[in-house]
């Protein structure tokens, strides 16, 4: 079993910061890629950073030179640094992690991706 758990949002004001953090819980896996999405009221859920096992970054537009993603392998967890917020920022965002767990012990394995349950992340101008 495999569990992912935000934390870290809350309510700022136009061009504060919050930090946001995800972990992976569980056993018998292993993380390669973890992605933070968003999802603001009215709209699709889209990609805001994503981050290789080997600290590869890459961002949307909209946050580039204000989000930093950065992870820290052994602790199983994530992190998006959210600097110069602004009201267009709001929405609830969610952490994605792309896991391998081995499921018996001749060696097999599943891979899928993991959601977190989303922390809200709120703007105000």
């Known amino acids: 079993q495999v569990q992912l758990a935000e934390s870290g949002g809350g309510l700022v004001q136009a061009g504060g910061s919050l930090r946001l953090s995800c972990v992976v819980r569980g056993s018998g896996f292993s993380i390669n890629g973890m992605k933070w999405f968003r999802q603001a009221p009215g709209k699709q859920r889209g990609l805001v950073a994503s981050i290789t096992s080997s600290g590869s970054s890459n961002y949307a537009d909209s946050v580039k030179g204000r989000f930093t993603i950065s992870r820290d392998n052994a602790k199983n967890t994530v992190y998006l640094q959210m600097n110069s917020l602004k009201p267009e920022d709001t929405a609830v965002y969610y952490c994605?992690?792309?896991?391998?767990?081995?499921?018996?012990?001749?060696?097999?394995?599943?891979?899928?991706?993991?959601w977190g349950q989303g922390t809200q992340v709120t703007v105000s101008s």
């Open positions: 994605n992690a792309a896991v391998r767990r081995v499921v018996n012990v001749e060696g097999a394995f599943i891979d899928r991706e993991y």
